[in-house]
Structures are given as C-alpha cells and as structure tokens.
C-alpha cells in the first residue's frame, strides 16, 4: 500500500471530508498502517489509552464488558470509524474492546500525533468534534426514543 | 604543603635544583673560550707574516701530526674550535633545559594532586562554600606559569646570572673601562623595576580572585541551567557573567600594560649601551689605548649581555608571580579544618560492629554559622533493629545520621560503638563498616557494575600494577597505587571471586527490583568479543527456539527474518544493502554514497542515477507534506525522514536544475533512500525493480568487495555489531502487524528465560554505562544501584539519610524486606525520615526537633502518637 493510496482511503473516511487532501497525505506517512488478524484486540477495555485508530479496510466489533464478567457486543466498528479518541481526549481507561472481526487494516496515531494534528490543522479538530458530536445526538436520539 | 614558595621548592626540587646549578657552572669555562675565540681570530688575521702563530697565549708548534701548521690552516683550527664550542654551549643548554622541564612538570604534578588531597581532606560543610569550577580555575593556567618556574628556580639565575658574570669578567679582563660603561646601566634598573613589578603582584592576587569567581558562577550556570531556563533568567545570566568577564579584562589589560612598561624601560637601557660603548671604546682605540680586536669581542660580548639580562629580569617578574599564586592558591585549599591525612600504609585492625549497639552521649554539633544543629543529643541505639529517625528538616535527624558514621564533626559529646569512639577511629575502618547513603548520594559516569562495586574499593589488589611508573609518581608525590589494579575486595562482599560478584549484584538488583530492568538493558547490549564462544551457541539456538515458538502459535510473520535473496520490507535500504551493520566508522549508513568504494560499486551497479533520482522524489514528497509547517516544528522533527536543517536546504534546492547542483546536494539527494523503511514510510520512490536492484547490489559488494567493514547478517552466528535482542530476531520486527512492536520482545525475552539466559543477559545489563550522575538511568533505578551497593559490602550499621523518602513504593517494600534482613543478621539499620508516616515497619522511632530529642520508643506505639497529633494519613 503506498502514501498516496492510504491518503485516497482517509479521503474517503467522513470523518476527514473537508480536510485538505496535502494535509491527509501527512497524516497517512505520520501515522503507522497495520495489518490486523482476525481476532485481534486493538484496544481492551480498561487499559490506558495511547493511540487512536482509524479503519481503513474490514471491520471490527466493540464490546464491553458487564457485571457478571460476560462481554457485550454494543455494535459494528466499519470501515472509515475513527475510534479510541475518547480515552486520549478525556483521559480515561479505554472504555470499550474493539475486537477485529476478520483481516482488517488500520491505520493507529499515536497520542501526541493526534494532538499534534488537532493543533496544527483546525480542519482536523473540527472534524473530531463534529464525530463526537454527532455520536451524542445519536445516543440522546436513542434515549429519547426510549 | 609547604608554608611558602621557597620552601616548597627547596623541599621537593632541591636535588634537581643542585644538578643544574653543576651544570651551569661545569658550562662557564666554555662559554669563557667561546668569548675568547673571536679576539684570537682577528689576533691572527692581524698578526705579521714570520710572527710566531699563537693560540691562547701559547705558541704553537710548526706542524701538528705532519700537517704545517700555517696561517690558513690554523684559521681552519679556530673556526673548528669555534664551531665545537657552539655545540658544547647548546649540549650544556640542552641538558638545563631538560632538567628544567622535568622539575617543572613534576612540580605541576605535584601541586596539582596536593590540590585534589586536600579537597578530598575537606570537611563536609566546605562543600557548600566551594565549587567544583573554583577549584578547577585555581588548578588551570595559573598553577603551569607557577610550576614553570619552580624549573627555573636556580637554574635561572644561576645560569643567566653566571653567564652574565662571565661577560662582564670578560670585559674587566679586557678594560675594566669599557666594563665599567657596560654595567653602568644596570644598576638604575635595579632600583625602577622592584617598585613596578610590585603592583602587578597585586594586580596577579586580584585576577586570581577574580578568574576564581568565574569558575564559580560557571559552575553555578550548569548546575541550575535547568532553573535559569525555567525562570527565563537567561539574559539576567548573561549579564551576570559577563561582568566578571569585565572585571577580569580590566585587570588583565592593567597587568599586560604594566608588564610591557617594566620590559620597556629594561629595553632601553639595554639599547643605550652601545652607544656608550662606541664613544667611550671609539674614543680609546683612536687615541690607540685599545686594539679594535679587543673593542669587536668586547662590543659582542656586550651584545651577548642582552639575552642573559632580559631572562633574569623575566625571571624576577616569573618568581614574584609564583609566589603570589602560591600564597594564593594555599590560602585557598589549606584550611586550618582538614580532616586527617589517610595513612593508606596504616596497618589494618580488624574492627567489627556487628551486633553492637551505637551509645551517643550528649552529642552537640554546630554548623559552620556556629547555630545548633544537635543539642545534647543522648540515645542508645539496638543492634539487630530497624531505628526511624524522624523529624523536619534541620530539626536534627540530619546531622544525627552524619554523626553516626563519623561524617561530622561533634562540637561536644561522643559517638561510641563496641566501647570504641568513633571520632577517634581512622575514617578508613569506621567508613568500611558503617555504611551511609544520603540525599546526595550519585553514580559515576561508569558501568552499573563499577557502581555497585564503588563501596569495596578501599586498596588495590596484589598482582597487575598496570603500566604505572611508580618511581616517576613518587617524585612528584603522587600515589603509587595503579588504577590499573583490580581494587575489589571480593571479601568484603563474602564473595570468592568475580564471577561470583556478578552473580550477587544481580541477585541484589533483582531483589531491589531492577531485574527486569537490568535484563532490558542486557537485550539491548552487544555481545562482549570475550563472551561470544561461550554464550554465541546459545543465542543463535534461542533464534531457533524463538522461531518455532512464533510457527506454533501461527505469527510467523510477526518478524521479517533477514534474507540474504530478498528485500527486507522492514529494514532501512542501508541495511538491505549492506546485508549486514557497519563496524568501520568511515561506512557511515546515512551516507554511504559518500564512501569511495561503496560509490563505484553502486555506479558500476548503475545504482547511483536510479538512487539520485529517487532520492529527488523522496525531497519532493517531503516538501509536499511539511511545506505547511515551519522546518523547526515538533512534527518535521519526529516524522520526517530528513533533519529541520536538510529540509530547510532541499526547499532551497527544489526546482534547481540537476546539473546546478553541488557534489554534496547531490550526494545528500543520493543518500536520501538509504534511510527508508519500505513498509513504514510507503513511498513510491522505492519500488520493485529499485529493491531488486538492491539485492543484485548486495551480491556484488560481497564478492567484489569483500574486505569492507561490514558485520553481515549470517543465520548460523550471532552479529557483534548487533543487540542481542536484534540477535534473537534475526530479523526485523514487522511493524505493520498489529501488536507486533508489544509481543515479540516480550516473546523474546519468554525464550530467552526458557534457555536459562536470563541471568546471563542480567549480568551483561550489569556492563551499562549509566552516563554522567547516571543520567541515563531513570531515578529509581539510580537510587536501587545506590542502595545496592551499600547492601552489597555487608556493613555493620547502614545509615539512610533522608532516602526512604525519595524511593517509589515499591522499591520503599522491596528494601524494607532486605532492610529486614539484615537487621536479623545482627546489623544496626538507621533511617532518617521526614514524613513519620514512612516509619512504618520500624522497630524504634526517635523524633527529633530543634536539635534535641522529642520521643524515644517502641515503634509502633510512636506512630500511634504521632498519627493522632497531627492526623497525619500514613501513605
């Protein structure tokens, strides 16, 4: 996978609409492309938060743990989701598993790459808060439709 | 040290001294002859035909070994004679010279250790008074300009003065006239100079003083840089040290002023004499009084008076400066409060604490500013028990923990221990088996081993002397011991040898909770060259054991094995090249365009074009990315292939036609591909068919340069220029895997553990060098090392000063545990605390404030009190 190719994926990632395609190619070379099995935990819940990641291809499922120590599974992770922003962003312990359901490819920025980012590039920011924000009206949406 | 400057060089010098004062004399009747040689040279030129030939006042015979000895041949004779005494002149000058050196230097030598001996001697408070740059400063060019003149002492004036003499007995011999006029001026420059040269002494004391000064304030700028930045001091900074620099200049340009006027007023009264000698001697020899033969030699030697005269005088400026630094300097480091002079040849009693308690009786101790820091102190303290000293800051626990290892001195009042006074111990058996650490306690810029063995170094080992040149040390009285030598007294550490050392350093350390930490260091290590027969064998099979326990659990390709047919995706292109890390240092992988023979293989390979032109796409692809942000900024810095500055440099050079550029642009675009890593960077640059070319490049530097210092990767042997961990992999750490960077060093070291290497790899963490005060350690392991190596000399009573307290929680468990330990081993352990509540665990508390004792008792029911007083949580 090249620079350019991985930067045409972020492009297409809603998350990033409305960033500068220059700015996405830094963000794809800064950040590491990995290469997910199936069955692999990105992040596990509980643990300290040092990256964020965004899919790129495949899929993953996030689950939390519940009270009698079963896990749950509170939804899909797809292509295009940036996930692990809430444990840098709020710094909390990962509040949620994310478990890749086949082969998958990811790309992970690391804490300071993405304050970094969020900091140089307003776009960047902006976008996250627009992500956070629609992720909010959605579980007041579903609160509501209670 | 001697009391003054003459006495110091009569004391030390005074048989090279003598020798040169010899030689100096065994040189005046040559030096006599050589005045002589002239005025016979022109007695013969002018001598009539028939006249008898003469030499010396004798006459000579008609023929010498069958050679006539006419006019031609005996001007022949003379000038040979001449000549000869030239060169016994310069032999005589040779062997002052050397002499003088030789003096000099061990004067320097000398001075210089007795220096550092009476640092080593001061008490403990002159610390706070005096700066390591102080001392440096007293130590630097003004002890050389000393020291130069201890060499020229006598030899000076003896061999200047005596030179002196000779051409001014020449001159009375010849016309005690001309000499009369020739001495003439001496005398008033005599009686100008003294007085001159005695304000340039003041002048030298100040600059001494001041140049001290600076040392100081340089020493205070390293030790808070920190601070000075912190605060934004760094222009009040500047200011501060330039205007000692300004003081300093003052009076330099003062002293080099006066110096030059001491030296003109000389110059001309030495330039003066001539013209005396013309009128006077002119005069004489027109009248026919004197022969022009006698005027000629007496105007040369006169001459010849100059240099001696000048050298005389610089020598009296030189000796009245030697002697101001002298006083200086011992004024500086003599303290009238040194602590005794170790006597190492001291015969050793066997002292033994163990199982003996500590009885202070009425123990007062003042600080310098004559204030109380402990006021009748009166305290039993248990062998075989944990004593908590505790109290606030200055209240008393300090100076307590220092009285008790015999660090401070006591105003009034004793330390006993075992019925013995430890004041009146030699510091060389108190200090061997009471043991203190404090808050100042720090590593040497050495290996972590050396540190822990820092404690059992107290005489050299019998045997290796090393190449020291004991009778040369003793001359300047420095010590004969060799550091050569293996100091450890493996004893001490009720260890056999070595080895066994080792073995228990690691032991400690990992009890201390820095086994982990010392086997990461050990991972990152290079195999030393002595233990690759040994421990080689055992890598390469922990490679296998790593390899089959990855095939098994199905991540083989977690790791990107090295191999010599294929690119490796996860190495930089340097080292897909090279197949292998360089050892020479001229084969430098960020440029090795840049190496000769390297260039034509990759040109004979029709690589440097293809390298040029990717390294072109590379700068372009860099500046598209970073062009945004400023070249200095934080994210060009972490995740640019290229430097701020190289960055800055390729934008300047982007859109230059190829052929404006430089030998070196073209070599730094060149040399861009080396430093890719195919899989983590993904740029286009580096396709297939460049890594193809690579590869075929590899071949070829093997077989055609086979000799060029390259340590290649071979999967049957272990790479010395590799870490061992590199070594396990044997490969590449596939970064692109999710979760490989966290679980094959973890898998790694699970192999190595299962081979039985662990210890091993330990040992070899032991041989980190920790850096300057260790800073390449974090600080809890400084701190383990320096309780490590207290533990590891098993003394009688350890002593913690304020340490407990800075240790993180767990190593405050783990050294508890030991602590423990040895007290059920008979040892007396005493901690001082700030913080009641880290007495915890203790047997005995003993709370001090004010410099006197508050309360004294049973651990547990102190810390009840303690706690319900000021509602203190224990942490």
Excluded at chain 2, 430 to 453: E, F, M
């Amino acid at each position: 996978m090249s620079l350019s190719e991985d930067a045409a994926t972020l492009a297409a990632v809603p998350l990033f609409q409305g960033v500068d395609p220059a700015r996405l190619k830094l963000i794809a070379f800064a950040a590491e492309r990995l290469n997910v099995a199936a069955g692999t935990e990105l992040v596990r819940q509980g643990e300290a938060g040092d990256a964020v990641y965004v899919v790129l291809s495949g899929e993953a499922s996030a689950f939390v743990k519940v009270a009698d120590g079963s896990e749950l599974r509170v939804g899909p992770v797809p292509v295009g989701t940036l996930f692990g922003e809430v444990a840098l962003l709020a710094d909390v312990p990962r509040t949620a598993t994310v478990r890749a359901d086949g082969e998958m490819a990811v790309l992970r920025l690391d804490g300071e790459l993405f304050f970094d980012l969020i900091q140089e590039f307003p776009a960047v920011g902006i976008a996250v808060m627009r992500e956070l924000a629609r992720r909010l009206d959605r579980s007041t949406a579903l609160l509501r439709g209670r | 040290m001697q009391r003054d400057f003459r006495q110091f060089v009569w004391r030390h010098t005074a048989g090279a001294q003598f020798a040169m004062l010899g030689i100096a004399f065994a040189s005046f009747p040559f030096l006599w002859l050589y005045y002589e040689m002239p005025k016979e040279i022109v007695a013969l030129l002018g001598a009539d035909k028939g006249e008898p030939l003469r030499l010396f006042g004798r006459d000579l015979p008609a023929s010498l070994f069958g050679l006539p000895l006419d006019r031609p041949v005996t001007l022949g004779l003379q000038c040979l004679i001449l000549l000869l005494l030239v060169l016994i002149n310069q032999r005589f000058r040779f062997w002052i010279a050397r002499l003088r050196n030789l003096t000099a230097e061990r004067a320097l030598r000398r001075i210089r250790f007795q220096i550092l001996s009476l640092v080593l001697r001061f008490p403990l408070h002159a610390f706070r008074q005096r700066t390591a740059g102080e001392t440096l400063a007293a130590m630097g060019s003004d002890l050389d300009s000393l020291c130069g003149h201890v060499g020229d002492a006598v030899s000076v004036p003896a061999y200047q003065g005596g030179t002196l003499a000779v051409i001014l007995i020449f001159l009375v011999w010849q016309d005690p006239l001309i000499a009369a006029a020739a001495a003439s001026i001496y005398p008033l420059s005599m009686i100008v100079v003294p007085r001159l040269q005695r304000r340039v002494n003041d002048l030298s004391r100040e600059r001494g003083r001041l140049t001290r000064g600076l040392g100081e304030r340089i020493d205070e700028t390293f030790r808070l840089v920190t601070d000075i930045h912190a605060n934004d001091q760094t222009r009040w900074t500047r200011a501060w040290l330039g205007a000692q620099l300004a003081l300093i200049y003052r009076v330099r340009l003062d002293i080099a002023q006066r110096k030059f006027a001491i030296k003109t007023i000389n110059t001309l009264l030495q330039q003066s004499g001539p013209v005396l000698f013309y009128a006077a001697g002119g005069l004489m020899v027109i009248e026919g009084r004197l022969d022009i033969g006698t005027l000629i030699a007496a105007i040369a030697a006169h001459k010849d008076m100059a240099t001696p005269w000048r050298e005389l005088l610089d020598w009296y400026q030189g000796r009245e400066d030697a002697r101001v630094k002298y006083e200086n300097t011992l004024r500086l480091f003599n303290r009238p409060d040194l602590r005794p002079a170790a006597r190492d040849a001291q015969p050793e009693e066997a002292v033994d604490f163990r199982g003996q308690a500590i009885t202070v009786e009425d123990l007062v101790v003042r600080d310098e500013g004559e204030a109380l820091r402990l006021d009748r102190v009166r305290l039993t303290i248990p062998a075989g028990q944990l004593t908590a000293l505790v109290g606030p800051s200055g209240g008393g626990r300090e100076a307590l923990a220092l009285a008790l290892c015999g660090l401070v001195e006591a105003s009034a009042g004793r330390v006993r221990i075992a019925g013995q006074e430890i004041a009146r111990l030699p510091a060389s058996l108190v200090n061997r088996r009471i043991a203190y650490v404090g808050p100042g306690s720090g590593l040497q810029a050495r290996s972590i081993a050396d540190n822990l063995a820092f404690g059992l170094q107290a005489r050299p080992g019998l045997g290796l002397g090393g190449d020291i040149d004991f009778r040369e040390a003793l001359l300047s009285g420095n010590p004969a011991d060799s550091i050569e030598a293996d100091w450890v007294d493996y004893a001490a550490a009720g260890v056999a040898d070595r080895e066994a050392l080792r073995r228990r350093m690691v032991e400690l350390l990992s009890r201390l909770g820095f086994g982990d930490g010392l086997f990461r260091l050990g991972l990152q290590a290079r195999l030393p060259a002595g233990a690759v027969a040994d421990l080689g064998p055992r890598i390469v099979a922990a490679r296998a054991a790593l390899d089959t326990r990855l095939r098994e659990r199905g991540q083989v390709d977690l790791i990107a094995r090295f191999d010599e047919g294929g690119y490796n995706d996860h190495a930089t292109m340097a080292e897909n090249l090279l197949f292998g890390l360089p050892t020479d240092p001229a084969l430098d992988a960020d440029r090795l365009a840049e190496h000769p023979a390297l260039h034509d293989l990759l040109v004979r390979c029709g690589l440097a074009e293809r390298l040029f032109a990717a390294g072109q796409t590379i700068a372009a692809v860099m500046i598209e990315l970073f062009a945004d942000l400023d070249p200095g900024h934080e994210m060009v810095r972490r995740f640019a292939l290229v430097s701020p500055g190289e960055l800055r440099h390729l934008i300047a050079l982007s859109g230059r036609p190829g052929d404006s550029l430089t030998r070196a642009d073209r070599a730094l675009l060149t040399n861009l591909p080396f430093r890719v890593i195919a899989s983590r960077h993904r740029l286009n640059a580096v396709d297939e068919a460049l890594k193809a070319a690579i590869v075929e490049a590899r071949h070829r530097l093997r077989t055609e340069l086979p000799g060029i210092g390259i340590a290649r990767f071979d999967a049957a042997s272990v790479n010395p220029a590799a870490s061992i961990l590199d070594n396990v992999l044997f490969g590449r750490i596939a970064a692109d895997r999710a979760g490989a960077a966290g679980q094959v060093p973890a898998l790694a070291a699970d192999v190595l553990e299962s081979l039985g290497l662990g210890d091993e790899l330990r040992r070899l963490g032991l041989d980190f060098d920790v850096g300057i005060g260790g800073g390449r350690l974090s600080l809890g392991e400084r701190q383990r090392i320096a309780l490590g190596r207290v533990l590891l000399r098993r003394p009688d009573v350890i002593v913690l000063d304020d340490v407990l307290g800075a240790l993180d929680a767990t190593c405050r468990a783990d050294i508890m545990t030991l602590l423990r330990e040895e007290a059920a081993a008979g040892v007396t352990v005493v901690a001082a605390l700030g913080d009641a509540g880290l007495a915890e665990g203790f047997d005995r508390i003993v709370t001090l404030e004010r410099g006197r004792i508050l309360q004294h008792g049973e651990g547990r029911r102190i810390l009840r009190q303690e706690m319900g007083n000021s509602r203190h949580e224990p942490e």
